[in-house]
């Protein structure tokens, strides 16, 4: 079981186990944590899940795909050129055990 | 200000992606008024588009993903009634009387429907083992099957099922398809691309069979064993996934009296003949200033955009206005014509640019604007590679643009086209010239 965290721009905290296979996007919509809404259903196509992913967990994620490039290009919050990525391309196992992300602002 | 207050009560039939959005978005505009949800199937609201595609993959029973969390209806202050159906609607009275004998009075009434999948007429359709693809009810059946057998036969060449053909292939299944038309997903692409996903589905190990619909279903104890087409080939199956199309779901709108062709008819501000009743989604026939005619489409990017249009205009026709008075003017389209309303902004009718994706395979499709015969079309990139767009011209002027495995040539043409940025077929053909940051400058006008 992997564990997720979210930070709240409010500075509320949702913390979440996942089981492998989850991504961040689809743990936090299961689970209702405000601010990620999927609406492409885990495609890289909207960037509704976008997350900020905290510095000490950003090895051992995955390269940024060419889909996933161009939806951070539209995000509603400002891109973090080292942070910036969308949940549903992050996933438990495969990706990280442990991770801890910020939800952005304009999301929130 | 506004202290007229109504008993309001929002009524939204359907719990899709567009009854949803729309819930979603009257809250988040600040409605405090009732809203009630109704919806046909007993499931928490949930997402369709991956239940022909990452839920069909071999492995443990999926995890049908939510549209809200289950906290929403609470969090947002709906009234959800799941499991129930509307049976009548009187547009005097203004209620909806539900199958549970319920009666709700509504001061709009927001039709969200959907549309149902067209069933077979052929002998044999009745049979076990023959499957639709609409519900999370059918994407449990189709997922349980998909273990137990070796060879699937697919009716129709459509996005629902050529994305399940490359499903079943990923899962080393035997699939066959049959198509009536000469080409797959013609309705939507260009013959071009058409032709790239006939040969790409090919390389993956789909028998595409153009040219051949289906004339009946053999049996054997109930259950289906092959499929046979208007060509007289026997094609052996132990499951057929049907995907031939839908139909919108507009019969209670027409008991109801109000205007329906192909799809219930709507103006700019999503609002039926009926100025109580909006209509939206894949049940809805708007005036799409993308197609220069009405149309219905069936999308999610429709579903959520005319949900997040037809809140904004149902809010912007409170205040002020008395109830019943209906005066017939179509808020969207005369705009000069407004009196000074109590919301300030114009909301001018709807007109975001339709955008569709279908994942098959390995192969991603993305459509920017409408597709239309005729048009002049010119490649860009590498079909061979994969990885190439096809940008469609009527007049000189760009209306759409397919895009395989390059969303960025994708996410440039729904900038270019949402901005009416011109743009030449010989910039379109040209790998040097710098489409993104020509899509991202802002237009010479306002």
């Not at chain 1, 609406?39 to 196509?45: D, L, S």
């Not at chain 2, 209806?73 to 049976?87: E, M, P």
């Not at chain 2, 994708?410 to 743009?423: E, V």
């Amino acid at each position: 079981m992997a564990n997720i965290t979210y930070h709240h721009a409010k500075g509320n905290v949702d913390s979440l186990d996942a089981e492998p296979g989850m991504t961040v996007m689809m743990a936090a919509v299961i689970h209702g944590v405000d601010g990620i809404i999927g609406e492409c259903g885990g495609q890289a196509i909207c960037a509704t899940c976008h997350v900020y992913v905290r510095d000490e967990y950003l090895d051992g994620l995955p390269a940024i795909s060419g889909a996933e490039e161009e939806m951070l290009e539209t995000t509603v919050s400002p891109r973090n050129p080292a942070r910036s990525r969308l949940g549903c391309q992050l996933t438990a196992g495969d990706h990280f055990n442990t991770i801890e992300v910020d939800i952005p602002d304009e999301q929130d | 200000m506004n202290a007229i207050t109504t008993p309001d009560n929002v009524v939204v039939v359907g719990n899709g992606q567009a009854g949803i959005q729309l819930v979603d978005s009257l809250r988040k505009e600040g409605y405090t008024g009732a809203i009630t949800l109704i919806g046909e199937e007993t499931h928490h609201p949930y997402q369709r588009p991956p239940l022909s595609k990452d839920y069909l993959a071999a492995g443990k029973d999926p995890v049908p993903l939510p549209l809200r969390p289950e906290k929403f209806f609470t969090t947002h202050d709906v009234d959800a009634r799941l499991g129930v159906r509307v049976t009548s609607i009187d547009r005097t009275a203004r209620t909806a009387t539900l199958d549970d004998g319920t009666t709700l009075a509504y001061s709009t009434l927001v039709l969200a429907t959907g549309a149902a999948n067209r069933e077979l007429a052929v002998p044999g359709a009745d049979l076990a083992g023959i499957h639709g693809l609409r519900t999370l009810t059918d994407a449990q059946a189709l997922h349980a099957r998909l273990d137990t057998v070796r060879s699937v036969v697919v009716i129709g060449a459509g996005f629902i099922g050529l994305e399940f053909a490359a499903a079943a292939r990923a899962r080393g299944l035997d699939v066959t398809v049959l198509e009536y038309a000469d080409r797959p997903m013609g309705r939507a692409l260009t013959p071009v691309m058409s032709g790239f996903f006939a040969d790409a589905h090919g390389r993956l190990g789909v028998t595409l069979r153009l040219g051949e619909g289906i004339a009946s279903f053999d049996g054997d104890n109930g259950h289906v064993t092959a499929a046979v087409s208007t060509t007289g080939h026997r094609y052996p199956t132990d499951l057929v996934l049907v995907g031939v199309g839908v139909t919108p779901r507009t019969e209670l709108a027409a008991a109801a009296g109000l205007d329906v062709d192909n799809g219930i008819v709507v103006d700019g501000s999503l609002r039926t003949s009926d100025p109580n009743i909006y209509a939206l989604g894949d049940c809805a026939s708007f005036p799409n200033t993308h197609a220069g005619t009405r149309t219905r489409l069936e999308s999610v990017q429709n579903a959520t955009d005319q949900a997040r249009h037809a809140a904004a205009a149902i809010l912007a026709s409170r205040p002020g206005k008395e109830p019943g008075s209906g005066t017939g003017v179509e808020s969207g389209s005369m705009p000069g014509s407004e009196p000074a309303g109590g919301t300030g902004a114009e909301l001018g009718g709807y007109a975001d640019l339709p955008w569709f994706w279908s994942n098959q395979g390995p192969l991603r499709l993305q459509i920017a604007g409408l597709v239309a015969p005729g048009d002049q079309t010119v490649l860009r990139g590498n079909p061979a590679e994969e990885k190439f767009s096809v940008f469609c011209f009527r007049n000189g002027t760009l209306t759409a643009v397919e895009s395989v495995n390059q969303p960025a040539d994708h996410m440039a043409a729904r900038r270019l086209l949402a901005a009416g940025l011109p743009l030449t077929p010989e910039q379109a053909a040209d790998p040097d010239f710098d489409l993104k940051a020509y899509s991202k400058q802002q237009p010479a006008t306002v």
